[in-house]
């Protein structure tokens, strides 16, 4: 901490040098510096080389339970998000898509024959706090009035 | 009374209180010269990255992110605890969420008008006759996800020769065989012609008319394209092209019969799935029915041989680590790769030993044998793509070999210069605001403005106190700004790479023969010339006394490297030079006692 308030004594010299390097104080985003995507590259990889613990999505190391718990919790976020974007006008197709870009990333390819598809988004749906006859509207139409998928989105609304 | 109640309130407040972390990065050489500033909540790090003269919000996992700043960059990171309630963590937390996925929605917006464009460019010039050319850099970007698979590029020659052979005539065609069966009983003989002359005919009408923002004429389009692909492919009966898949030659692979009646079972499971997907309502459904089909090719592939066969899932645009730089880190690749073929075994393992969430295990299997697989693959070609696997095959395909539209020429112009007017004043409002700019909309300020806009202007009861962007737009006076202004419960430093290895080898060996070997880039044991740092010769973050003398070495190396740059100019574009002046650049801070240079590693590795 001393050596911060040893620094603060040189926040111009600092911004003086930063400028005239015509560099600046953010992280530029490319591919070398940054890990501004998911892609594998090793630039890009959260894995050392030495270190096999990993925390990418296609992580392989962990239980099988807590890929499940953790695609279901994925869904929800995104159906928050999404609703909190897109209240004035859901678009079906984008919400469809959206939801396969999250369960592509958790390596689901039939994402609705999965269960906890429509769990989470009744999660989701009621972490937008999303009630009465507008939720029963949502409902039919992300389970596209299917009984089954309506009683999972019911599900996950519920617990 | 009140002081019951005060009391009970503030009991009830302590034990709801979350904390979320500010950490300041501190300067290193190359990016982000000033050090830099990023917000941690729970898992995820948001942070505002400088990309194309604008100012973008990221979102990061907390362990990518300490990767990326503390073991490559070789920065310390110092950190904030910053204690709230837990409604207002909830509330930051689905703020910021928030916030970046909006930003994600209209670069969406603007990157599908951008493909609308290029589309309707390639789709004018097929219809008046002209070759398709590569448009623009975005054009790559058109792709058909997962035709790959079964579709190789000839028309660019883009395909390279495959480095494992993979024929699958006979298991295609048995497969096939069985869906065109199942499709037939299910939804009548003439299901599959009908469909594909129904989505052809789509194809041909689709129009940017029909479309909106959320989903584009472009989106549209692909997703329809590949659906016709996917569905030429069972009535073509096509084999998989013979880079799409592998087989691992280890005697550990090889299926017992208990095995093949497992990927038996979860054959019809995807054969269900097929048939589901036949009538999806889902966009994107071609997809789905490729990687369905190939993994129902594959494993049926598999079952003939008693051996498994895998899809390759390597993500193409990985960087291969080229052999002289493996060879810096020969004892610890060779301790992964022991790791690796450790953790195929224990997939293939828990996959026959528990029958359960069977395609999770398939899949993770899927995951091991690919990156196992480029263990093998980097015996021959002297490179390696480190962790390249994907979580599903992508096998991406340019479109533009498979063009269809009934639009007159006529149409597709207007359509084009009513899409070049969409982008140009969504790129306009765009720039506008996220413009960067080094004092007044910088990664500190566009930080704090989020922070502001996510406590609803009640920074004082939320979090302590109001720190004003305006005010605070150096990344170092920032976190001094937050130590002082918000509920601070804890501050931390994670120290950078070296110097945490450095803080090991003094605990183990003599302190002065540490300090001499480390202090240089010739004897360093941590250090190995990472090509995107500049030459210099000394360490000066922990050589205090000395950095006057060793930043004038350092400087003197540097004007070394842009010298000589000089003279390979015309070779390298100026590279060279340029990595060389911002040496000179960093190094001379150090003859005012001065660090900013901390020397960086390629690869995330730890002794």
Redesign the interface.
Known sequence: ?VA?GY??T??F???G?????A??????????????DS????????????????????D??SS?DS??SRYENEVK?FT???L???SS?T????F??G??DVA???????W??NPKTYRGIGKGLKRAKVSGSQYQVYKKKFA?NDRSKMDDIQEGYEN | MKAVLLGLLLFASSTHAKVFQFIYIEASEGNSSGGHVAVQLGDDVYHYQYQNALIRLFKHNVDAFRVNYQLLQNRSLHIADIEVSDTAYDDISNHFNVRFFEQRQKLKQLQALQHDQTLLQALLQWKTGKPVTSLSASETSLLLRGAGLFYSDSASGAIKKPTVECDTTNSSAEINAKVRQQLENSYGKNFLSQKITSLSQELSRLSPAENNASYSFSEHYTDTLNDLLALQTLQKAQALTSNACFQVPLPEMRLNDAEIKQARAFQQDLLRSVQSLMVSKRPDWGYALFVTLARLIVIEQSIQTRQWTFLDDTDEKAIPIPDEQLALYAEQLLKQRLGDLQRLHKAASDLSDAPSYYERRYVNLEIMANRYQQWLISEKTSELRYQSEQALPEAPLPLTRFLLTGLSAGQLEQALRLQEIASDRLIKEDSDRNAYHLLTKNCVTALFELINEAVYGQSKQILGGFIDPKLNFIPFQAFGSVRETYNVVKTREVPAYRKQELTKMYDREVDSWVYARESNVFSSSLYNHNPDDAWFVFFTDDAVLLRPLFGAINTLAATSQSVLGLLSWPFDNGKEIKIGARGVLTSLPELAFFNIRKGSYPYPIEH
Not at chain 1, 17 to 21: A, K, L, R
Not at chain 1, 39 to 58: L, Y
């Open positions: 901490m911060l620094k603060r040189l926040c010299v600092v911004l040098v930063s400028t005239v390097f560099l600046n104080g953010c992280s530029i985003s490319d591919s070398a510096g940054s890990i501004s892609g594998g590259s090793i630039a890009k990889s959260s894995e050392s080389i030495s270190n096999s613990s990993t925390s990418s999505k296609n392989a190391n099988t890929k499940d976020d928050v998000t999404y909190r974007t897109n006008h678009d079906q197709n984008s469809m898509k939801i396969s592509s990333q958790n390596g689901i390819v039939d609705e024959a596209d």
